[in-house]
């Protein structure tokens, strides 16, 4: 039984008369404790509009799959608009989260991004997806600490050494250090007048394959 089910069932079990009765459909003023409460905890954000509702779970996976083959052809502004609309109606979902948060990469608005990993691992502590996916946008803006935290604890999820994004995250680590020993190189050169032809900064992440989400 997920909490929000746990939720609704204490509040139903707080309305019930002497005999048991559910007091959801009486005009008893109990019934409008039983509505005021559960209202209560939706707006808390301890149930979502979905749970709140009873929409179908079945169908609401089914948009969510939409949104992910959208999103596999390039069209990118439709499964944006999926999956906010999910997050809305079943905020409590962390994939849904996930995936707007990878939408958001895409699009280039990381701050969106950053927010909604973020909120996919409140809802699933130690997600490696979510960690790495964060770090790659804390990498690109040079937050290299922040990067690295989440890249270190993926890694230490992955016990088995076989989830791609772990791995990922493996040979991201190796590049920011490639990276951050050819600064080093380049400054101590600088300093001693010794300087090599220019040459272009390369970005960490450019050095890496990107993983098929």
Do not use: C
């Not at 790659?136 to 088995?160: G, M, Q, T």
């Amino acid at each position: 039984m997920s909490d929000e089910e746990k939720t609704i069932d204490s509040i139903r079990a707080a309305v019930k008369t002497e005999r048991g009765k559910d007091k959801l459909l009486s005009p008893d003023p109990r019934r409008k404790k039983y509505v005021t409460e559960l209202l209560l905890a939706f707006a808390s954000r301890k149930i979502s509009f979905a749970a709140l509702t009873k929409l179908d779970q079945k169908k609401i996976k089914q948009v969510a799959e939409m949104g992910h083959v959208k999103l596999r052809h390039g069209r990118t502004n439709e499964a944006r608009r999926i999956f906010e609309v999910l997050t809305f109606l079943d905020h409590r979902n962390y994939f849904h989260h996930l995936a707007l948060g990878g939408t958001y990469q895409k699009l280039k608005r990381y701050v969106d991004a950053i927010y909604q990993f973020s909120e996919a691992l409140k809802l699933s502590p130690g997600n490696i997806n979510a960690l790495v996916n964060r770090g790659e946008v804390f990498l690109r803006h040079k937050n290299y600490r922040k990067a690295a935290e989440d890249f270190r604890e993926a890694i230490l999820l992955d016990k088995s050494g076989k989830d791609r994004f772990s791995n990922r995250a493996r040979s991201l680590v190796v590049a920011i250090k490639r990276s951050l020993a050819r600064d080093k190189e380049f400054k101590s050169l600088e300093a001693q007048g010794k300087l090599p032809p220019k040459r272009k900064a390369i970005s960490p992440l450019k050095l890496v394959r990107p993983v098929r989400r």
